[in-house]
């Protein structure tokens, strides 16, 4: 029978941790100096006064008064949590000569034992926090002893129904392998000039979620961000019954014999300029003339622009930003790490029941999160695994460098990632440079393999019939042999 779990108080670790710590047991949070290990514990505190529960905080570290600020800083409580300040004070320096003849072990653990043992079995705390319990180290006389009064300390607590958090300053020079051993529960907490991270290095009984998790400290306490882990999801997601999403362009549908399929990854390549942007959104506009709701992540142009950019081209976005059927999203450079990023995208689509996600500029999500340069190719094959998972649409905007010279679809090899791919290319035509549209991949089924000429227009996208004579395109100097009529459409009617 699995054990029941109590929450931590930070709905990103109980996610990790998967739904919490195990009740009335024990787990250590280790860290380096600043890394939060204290905050982490207040929060499970905080929690178990906001369940009616006792909680208790043992402090062995830093005065008092300090943590008594920090609790109220964060509005963890300050009131319901039980205090035992343990914590050195300036009445133990004044009075450091009379420990001149005395080891600290001889002369404070008894005291120090009982007035532990007396708070426990007075109040019964639900939680306790002992922070931090490296300071035992200096009670004792050896590392045997250390060792047999942890246990007899966490044994004190289990029998009194008690679930313990207790806070270790990893460091090189004092190591506290002994502390992991005799644990049940590790959390790591590292540091670092990219952000903050934790991991879960043991966690007996109970499953949790590995790999490394983000974590940031504000104002308002501590946020986990926990690591993407895709699902199973539907294998089915392209069965006939389900419409394919159409581009609301004619000729565009045509390429892709009736549209996208839903629940697939869509890529649209294409040199800068090229109108990868306005043909994704097109997608997105015909959805939302279907009700369903989308998410347009920014990585390169801010919403303002983007509006600005629609409304020359008659693309109604403002319509849809106002009917609530798409949100923009700008994502600035270094303001979100990988997992930060993922939990927004998980909040859309778990909450917000979002059914399209439009990634605009794969080199901007590339440079502007921080951290990402890491293990690149496994964030986003992540992403791409859990919204395909989840029955989502995906359609990510990727720009290649080369606007003539050796065709290419994407600048790295993550081309294999996506279901299907729309490639915009410039060509030359009797001296003028123009467009063309065409469809290189659909894994769910067939496509139109010719060209089409491709306009971007006051009215919207143009596009013609497909294109003869058309020579070069994987050379990389595409022509058109002769003139050809092309015949358009009006976006939008």
Do not use: C
């Not at 653990?109 to 705390?125: A, C, G, H, K, N």
């Not at 439009?358 to 890491?374: A, H, P, V």
Request: glycine residues 10%.
């Amino acid at each position: 029978m699995a054990s029941q779990k109590v929450s931590t108080g930070l709905a990103g670790l109980d996610k990790v941790l998967d739904s919490g710590l195990r009740k009335n047991h024990n787990a250590l949070i280790r860290g380096p100096p600043g890394a939060g290990k204290t905050i982490f514990g207040l929060h499970f505190l905080s929690d178990g006064v906001d369940n009616g529960e006792t909680s208790l905080y043992i402090n062995l570290g830093e005065p008092g008064d300090y943590v008594k600020e920090t609790v109220e800083h964060f509005d963890l409580n300050p009131d319901g949590i039980h205090f035992l300040d343990l914590s050195p004070s300036h009445e133990d320096f004044d009075e450091g000569e009379n420990y001149s003849v005395f080891s600290s072990a001889e002369v404070e653990q008894p005291s120090f034992i009982d007035e532990i043992r007396s708070t426990v079995e007075d109040l019964e705390p639900d939680r306790v926090l002992l922070d931090p319990i490296t300071e035992f180290r200096y009670l004792t006389t050896d590392e045997r002893q250390f060792r047999k009064q942890i246990l007899s300390f966490l044994d004190l607590l289990r029998d009194h129904g008690a679930t313990v958090i207790f806070t270790s300053q990893a460091s090189d020079s004092l190591s506290d392998d002994d502390l992991q051993f005799l644990t049940d529960t590790v959390i790591n907490l590292e540091t670092g000039i990219e952000g903050s991270n934790l991991y879960v290095s043991k966690f007996r009984g109970s499953s949790f979620k590995r790999g490394n998790h983000s974590y940031e400290i504000t104002d308002d306490g501590v946020t986990v961000f926990p690591k993407l882990v895709p699902g199973k999801g539907n294998p089915d997601q392209s069965a006939d019954w389900l419409d394919k999403l159409s581009s609301g362009i004619p000729e565009v549908d045509e390429l892709l014999k009736g549209g996208i399929d839903p629940g697939t990854v869509t890529f649209v390549s294409g040199p800068t300029g090229a109108g990868k942007t306005t043909t994704a959104l097109q997608f997105i506009k015909e959805a939302a003339g279907r009700g369903e709701q989308s998410v347009m992540y920014s990585f390169e142009e801010s919403p303002r622009t983007i509006q600005k950019r629609s409304r020359s081209i008659s693309l109604p976005i403002e319509a849809m930003l106002d009917q609530g059927t798409l949100s923009i999203e700008e994502i600035a450079p270094n303001e979100y790490t990988p997992n930060e990023f993922t939990s927004l995208l998980r909040t859309a689509v778990e909450d917000d029941e979002v059914e399209i996600v439009l990634i605009d500029g794969l080199q901007g999500f590339k440079q502007n999160l921080r951290g990402y340069t890491t293990d690149p190719e496994d964030v986003l094959l992540r992403i791409v695994r859990y919204l395909r998972g989840a029955g989502v649409s995906t359609i990510i905007t990727n720009e290649v460098t080369n606007i003539t010279g050796e065709f290419r679809v994407t600048e790295e090899s993550v081309s294999n990632l996506a279901d299907n791919i729309i490639y915009i290319r410039y060509v030359e035509r009797e001296g003028e440079l123009g467009k063309v549209i065409g469809v290189l991949k659909m894994r769910t089924g067939d496509f139109e393999r010719s060209l089409r000429e491709f306009e971007i227009t006051e009215y919207g996208i143009r596009v013609g019939e497909p294109l003869e004579n058309m020579q070069g395109i994987l050379t990389g100097t595409p022509t058109l042999q002769k003139s050809g009529n092309v015949e358009s459409s009006h976006d939008g009617e």
